[in-house]
């Protein structure tokens, strides 16, 4: 299965990665992917109140802020290597 959908910058998005919205009705809320499906995802936010917390959106109208605590293993994306 593929667990991972591409953002507006083309960056992989992945489970537990915190993203924020830049686009349509929720832009400025953001929070960590809980499910990803066929590009879209689905975000946890604390604050929405409505649906439990949870917002769906496409995939490339995100940008990812920060990856999960298991992101060193998507390859080599060091900063140290050129």
Do not use: W
Request: proline fraction near 4%; charge should be positive; glycine fraction near 12%.
């Amino acid at each position: 299965r593929k667990l991972n959908a591409q953002d507006h910058y083309m960056n992989v998005i992945s489970l537990k990665d915190i993203v924020r919205v830049v686009e349509g009705p929720y832009k400025g809320k953001q929070g960590p992917v809980v499910h990803i499906y066929r590009g879209v995802i689905f975000i946890h936010d604390r604050h929405h109140l409505e649906n439990g917390g949870f917002i769906c959106v496409r995939a490339s109208s995100c940008v990812a802020l920060g990856g999960s605590r298991g992101a060193s293993d998507r390859g080599n994306m060091s900063p140290l290597t050129s």
